[in-house]
């Protein structure tokens, strides 16, 4: 089964250092997804690309972040002078992108800063 | 994009159907119904997706009535395994329902 793969699963990390994790799609998806989630809530959508293209971020998404997609198959996002607020699991998702094509999702990223 | 409540939780035994409701009272035309399962650790399982009537698939079904104001995932004869949180989105998932708040869930107990 060639899921949504992400890496690493955790990553510990001191404030102030530089992040960045890894999302390999399922191959025939043309959009990606990041979402971040915090404990005791759902998935908030940080921003999503359809093939290299990054079509939206959100607001949650601050200047410290950056999302690249190149080439349209992977994916990474950064985050630059990590803070303890980021501590959070970090998610990615894909999709073919045609009508209502459900998203499915890695088993994500777990940042906890200290 | 469409606000959504479901129950927090809910407690169910070994066996039992479960019924999860979701209310959307503001849900747009073009707007789908899309559950998912999530598990400790690890990222969110699309269980089934709908637009009204009734959906059925070799996990669930679900039931959406003709105002669609509300639906309704069905889980038949649950085990210890079900044990999850469930997720009710609804939006144009092609044309930012991706960007939808998933809200706190429904964390389902099933117990032996």
Known sequence: DTG??????????????????RCDPISEHNRLYWYRQT?????????????????????????????ERPK??????????????????????????GN??????????????? | LAKTTQPISMDSYE????????????????????????FPSQGPRFIIQGYKTKVTNEVASLFIPADRKSSTLSLPRVSLSDTAVYYCLVGDL???????????????????
Not at chain 1, 5 to 16: A, E
Not at chain 1, 41 to 50: A, D, K, M, R, V
Not at chain 2, 27 to 37: L, M, V
Not at chain 2, 94 to 112: M, N, Q, S, Y
């Open chain 2, 15 to 38: 066996g039992q159907e479960v019924n999860i409701t979701c209310s959307h009272n503001n849900i747009a035309t073009n707007d789908y119904i899309t559950w998912y399962q999530q």
């Open chain 2, 94 to 112: 092609h044309t930012g329902g991706f960007k939808t708040i998933f809200g706190a869930g429904t964390r389902l107990f099933v117990k032996a």
């Open chain 1, 72 to 97: 349209g198959s992977f994916s990474t996002l950064e985050i630059q002078r990590t803070e303890q607020g980021d501590s959070a699991m970090y998610l990615c998702a894909s999709s073919f992108g």
């Open chain 1, 39 to 67: 404990l005791g809530q759902g998935p908030e959508f940080l921003t999503y690309f359809q093939n290299e293209a990054q079509l939206e971020k959100s607001r949650l998404l601050s200047d410290r972040f950056s999302a």
């Open chain 1, 4 to 21: 949504v793969s992400q890496d690493p699963r955790h990553k510990i990390t001191k404030r102030g250092q530089n992040v960045t994790f």
């Open chain 1, 100 to 114: 209502n094509s459900p998203l499915h999702f890695g088993n994500g990223t777990r940042l906890t800063v200290t």
